[in-house]
């Protein structure tokens, strides 16, 4: 007996990057659908859906509305935060993880300092870590990833500093976790 394909809801800003990814995906055996509504909770009901995808441009206020309204709607349906340069690897990690084994980070944050931005994260057993700054500048359609640190780490609370410069024209902060497991956090909302 075949298995279903994972039905899967993309939800972005640009239509073009949306189109990509949903093409990628089911190119790949999913059913992806797409969407670049602001209200897709209203449009789509979680219980459709394996997983549910929150793009970069996603806004901070509605990210967090769309996570808890698809919750409610279905509690056991992933809701994952994307980026696309990055999209297609959180996907099939989300995809294949195993629920048992949980994560490896957590709590993932950037502050700003006086001097310095500082990265944090809580490491829940030893792993390889990568933290990487995606930026744009000048309007740039490609981004341009600076390397913060690639090392190996172990249990516990890490913080790895980084100039303001590195952060400036900044988007996304990537903490990759044994090159697969990926947590962001948005740099843009610093920019003063």
């Not at 670049?36 to 990210?63: K, M, N, Q, W, Y």
């Not at 359609?141 to 249990?155: G, K, N, Q, Y």
């Not at 500093?161 to 902060?173: I, P, Q, V, Y």
């Not at 976790?177 to 740099?187: A, I, Q, S, Y």
């Amino acid at each position: 007996m075949a298995s279903r394909a994972k039905r899967i809801l993309v939800i972005g800003k640009r239509a073009d990057i949306l189109e990509r990814s949903v093409a990628a995906l089911n190119k790949q055996g999913y059913s992806a659908v797409g969407t670049v509504s602001a209200s897709p909770d209203r449009e789509f009901h979680a219980g459709d859906f394996d997983l549910i995808t929150l793009g970069g441009g996603v806004d901070a206020a509605t990210r967090e509305r769309l996570h808890a309204r698809f919750k409610e709607q279905n509690k056991d349906v992933m809701v994952l935060d994307v980026y696309a340069p990055i999209a297609g690897q959180q996907i099939a990690w989300a995809l294949r993880r195993s629920s048992v084994e949980g994560e490896l980070g957590s709590a993932f944050s950037v502050t700003e300092g006086d001097d310095t931005f500082a990265a944090r994260a809580t490491i829940e057993r030893a792993c390889a870590l990568r933290l990487d700054i995606y930026s744009y500048p000048g309007a740039a359609l490609e981004p341009v990833v600076a390397r913060v640190v690639d090392t190996s780490v172990t249990p516990g609370t890490h913080e790895f500093r980084f100039e303001k410069e590195l952060a400036r024209d900044g988007f996304m902060a990537v903490l990759t976790l044994n090159g697969e497991e990926h947590h962001l956090h948005h740099l843009h909302q610093h920019r003063g």
